[in-house]
């Protein structure tokens, strides 16, 4: 198998939105992380579902696929990033008011899962009473995207409630373990937070990996970085992302590059594909052989589900 990627469209904030999707297909990509932003698809401008259309029409003409992504910064207050969020103190409806209505424009446009996450605690609040918040706000949301049958990959953020691909499991647990909520990774994240390697958080998604965003990072630090800059091992991450037999979008998140866009999307490309190419080599060169034919005959005797 290979990799699809793809490329956000915050990072082509000074684009107009058709230009950033006919610049990223004609880059080769597969597909796009549509942020939810005033810049391109805002979600509170007039005409909502006659603009989705468009866009879906441009998507399809362009054969790309497309991700949505709902961390634009100041869509819901101009004074405050990221605020509301889902563990604000006050405003948390409002939070979940904009990723409805994310779900329903990724319904429209047949996008392949919804990304959110939680946001930051205010000091003085409680873990549980920030587990209380958390989950009553993804329930909303869970029911509004059962109802159109969309997928929910929730994220965790450097420096928010939750923040650990652990803590979106625990999610889970605490709201049954729904099938439509599964998990957001971005491998930069990884480096700058997690105690594991970007494998370790790969596998302990497993099957529940359902949104993946691509950048560089170094520890401690959450700056997204073109890569190459940072300490991100970029074939070992796509290698994982192989092992566990991921089909969905790998799309690159790199938000602060707009200023340069086009000519940071393809060496992002080049990157990610030499990437790839070594990936494949490595896992061909030592046991790729013996796992794809072991891997065959599982699914032959029905043993293991294609990908």
């Not at 953020?157 to 650990?164: A, I, K, L």
């Not at 994240?189 to 099957?207: K, R, S």
């Not at 949104?211 to 073109?226: R, S, T």
Request: proline share 4%; net charge negative; with cysteine.
């Amino acid at each position: 198998m290979s990799l699809r990627f793809g490329y956000g469209t915050n990072g082509f904030g000074s684009h107009r939105l058709d230009d950033a999707l006919a610049v990223i297909a004609g880059l080769g990509y597969d597909g796009v992380a549509l942020t939810v932003d005033h810049p391109h698809m805002d979600p509170f401008a007039p005409n909502l579902s006659a603009r989705t259309i468009a866009v879906g029409q441009r998507l399809a003409e362009l054969d790309l696929a497309v991700v949505i992504e709902t961390g634009a910064r100041y869509v819901l207050d101009p004074w405050r990033k990221h605020e509301p969020n889902l563990v604000s103190d006050a405003g948390r409806e409002r939070r979940v008011d904009l990723l409805c209505r994310a779900v329903r424009i990724g319904a429209e446009l047949g996008a392949e899962a919804v990304s959110f996450w939680s946001g930051t605690l205010p000091g003085g609040v409680s873990a549980d009473e920030g587990w209380r918040r958390v989950t009553s706000g993804v329930a909303s949301v869970l029911e509004e995207a059962d109802k159109r049958g969309m997928i929910c990959a929730f994220e965790p953020e450097p420096g928010m409630f939750v923040d650990t691909v652990a803590g979106v499991l625990e999610l889970r647990k605490r709201l049954g373990d729904p099938e439509g909520l599964r998990v957001t990774l971005d491998v930069g994240h990884v480096v700058a937070n997690e105690a594991g390697t970007v494998a370790d958080c790969v596998h302990q998604a497993g099957d529940l990996l359902a949104n993946v965003q691509v950048d560089d990072m170094v520890e401690g630090v959450h700056e997204h970085l073109e890569f190459g800059e940072g300490e991100v091992d970029l074939p070992a991450a796509l290698g994982a992302l192989l092992d566990v037999g991921y089909g969905g979008l790998a799309a690159v998140e790199l938000p602060r590059h707009g200023h340069a866009a086009p000519v940071v999307a393809r060496r992002s490309l080049d990157a990610l594909r030499a990437a790839e190419a070594e990936a494949l080599a490595t896992r061909t060169g030592h046991d790729g052989g013996e796992r794809g034919r072991a891997r065959a005959v599982r699914q032959r005797d029905g043993e293991e589900e294609m990908p």
